[in-house]
């Protein structure tokens, strides 16, 4: 297996396991679903359950995101473009993918009018990384046509992968602790 292979396979693995989070934020709220996903300002009475819509938004944003941004880059990576080009298309809509992602927590918390959690904060500071990254992806490898940034970049992705997973992540293992402790 190559790396690509490699760091492939782990991504879809960190998609899989934020998505086993954002089920297990449902699970662990069963009582509030309805209010999570229906509900409104009026349905946030108390700082537990804003830190709740948070982390609910946080986690549908990173599931819907990252589904979303592997299917466009699929599709990037099958267009019949020159070498540079490609490159260039691809970095700049991971670059426009991880804006509407920050765009997105950001406008789906003022809606709701919940505070940021610091499982957001986390997230949107890791998708700043990215979003970094992809820019900087841009012009080495895009514009430039530099090679040498690739591993750095590869691991950044990772780490920003497994940061978010584990800032999402956090919300159903205390609850599940707390559960666990009470009975």
């Known amino acids: 297996m190559t790396v ?8 879809q693995f960190v998609i ?14 069963y009582q509030k679903v309805n209010r999570l996903v229906f509900g409104g300002k009026s349905d946030i009475n108390s700082e537990r359950d804003a830190f709740l819509h948070s982390c609910f938004i946080t986690a549908v944003s990173v599931a819907v995101f990252h589904v979303s941004t592997s299917t466009i ?12 080009e490609l490159r260039q298309v691809f970095y700049f809509f991971m670059f426009i993918m ?7 927590v950001f406008s789906l918390h003022k809606i709701r009018g919940c505070s940021f959690s610091h499982v957001a904060r986390v997230a949107l500071l890791l998708a700043l990384v990215m979003c970094a990254n992809q820019i900087i992806q841009f012009f080495i490898r895009g514009v430039i046509g530099l090679d040498y940034y690739m591993p750095f970049y ?30």
Request: with cysteine; net charge neutral.
């Open 73 to 84: 880059r699929e599709m990037i990576l099958g267009l019949d473009l020159e070498r540079m």
């Open 154 to 183: 590869k691991g950044v992705i990772l780490f920003v992968n497994i940061g978010t997973l584990m800032a999402v992540g956090v919300y159903p293992l205390v609850s599940s602790w707390r559960l666990r402790n009470q009975y």
């Open 16 to 29: 899989a396991l934020e998505v086993i989070a954002l089920g297990a934020i449902c699970f662990l709220s």
């Open 4 to 11: 690509n292979g490699i760091f492939t396979l782990l991504g």
């Open 98 to 104: 991880e804006m509407a992602f920050i765009v997105c």
